[in-house]
């Protein structure tokens, strides 16, 4: 029997943590473990009231670096399975029997719940514009560098499997947000399958996200990294974070 973990990267998320967390199905989960990284509100506290397994960052570190040490822990606690769920209630965690199946089953060893399968895509949901503009430029530009067909590769729901995560170098990934992009890139490098399930999208009050700004540095850098890996494919470029 496998363990399935799932993890939550949170910073000051006191205001959506406990109601997140009610609604994981610990049917089939057989853990939670929570990084929080230097969260300035009641975030801890209220994970330990709820018996959530929480690592402390002593700073803030980055969203990236926050990750890092999600897959870390979860893999010292033996987890075969790991779901990383936001704690800010965007991400149904409903989901997650489907996603844990889709990596026990052989489906893919990266699990991606994308917000464009469902009819309406995610504008629907209340995605801002600009982020639908984005996701669906950078979305296409990452199929022709991946040679894939994906929907959607810019959601932060996910599922790993234990070989994927004990085989790509993710520490040596960047400690911000599109760390998330250079996993993905690392998981096709490294010979991984992914694979895509619907989920509605959800914009709450409170939730956390980058604004505009931010938003357009991910971009870049995403297409940075699109180029390298293109680069990489091609035998132009050797980078550490594509090889064995």
């Given at each position: 029997m496998s363990k399935r973990v799932?993890?939550?990267?949170?910073?000051?998320?006191?205001?959506?943590?406990?109601?997140?967390?009610?609604?994981?199905?610990?049917?089939?989960?057989?853990?939670?473990?929570?990084?929080?990284?230097?969260?300035?509100?009641?975030?801890?506290?209220?994970?330990k009231r709820l018996?959530?397994?929480?690592?402390?960052?002593?700073?803030?570190?980055?969203?990236?670096?926050?990750?890092?040490?999600?897959?870390?822990?979860?893999?010292?606690?033996?987890?075969?399975?790991?779901?990383?769920?936001?704690?800010?209630?965007?991400?149904?965690?409903?989901?997650?029997?489907?996603?844990?199946?889709?990596?026990?089953?052989?489906?893919?060893?990266?699990?991606?719940?994308?917000?464009?399968?469902?009819?309406?895509?995610?504008?629907?949901?209340?995605?801002?514009?600009?982020?639908?503009?984005?996701?669906?430029?950078?979305?296409l530009v990452e199929n022709i560098?991946?040679?894939?067909?994906?929907?959607?590769y810019h959601t932060g729901y996910r599922a790993y499997s234990r070989k994927l995560l004990e085989t790509i170098p993710f520490l040596r990934n960047s400690n911000d947000f599109v760390c998330d992009q250079q996993i993905v890139f690392q998981t096709v490098s490294f010979g991984f399958n992914i694979c895509e399930l619907p989920i509605q999208t959800r914009y709450l009050d409170g939730a956390s996200s980058i604004g505009f700004s931010r938003s357009v540095v991910y971009g870049l850098m995403t297409l940075c990294y699109a180029f390298s890996y293109l680069l990489f494919r091609s035998g132009l470029f050797k980078s550490r974070l594509f090889k064995k």
């Open positions: 799932v993890v939550m990267p949170a910073l000051n998320a006191e205001k959506t943590l406990a109601a997140t967390y009610s609604l994981i199905p610990m049917d089939c989960v057989d853990e939670v473990i929570l990084v929080d990284d230097g969260s300035v509100d009641a975030t801890v506290d209220i994970a018996g959530i397994h929480v690592v402390a960052h002593p700073h803030n570190a980055g969203y990236g670096a926050n990750q890092k040490t999600c897959y870390m822990e979860a893999l010292r606690r033996d987890a075969d399975v790991v779901i990383m769920l936001h704690p800010d209630g965007q991400h149904d965690p409903a989901l997650i029997p489907s996603m844990i199946e889709a990596i026990e089953n052989g489906s893919g060893d990266l699990v991606l719940a994308s917000r464009f399968l469902p009819p309406g895509g995610a504008l629907v949901g209340g995605m801002p514009f600009y982020k639908f503009f984005f996701n669906r430029l950078l979305t560098a991946l040679g894939l067909r994906m929907s959607e």
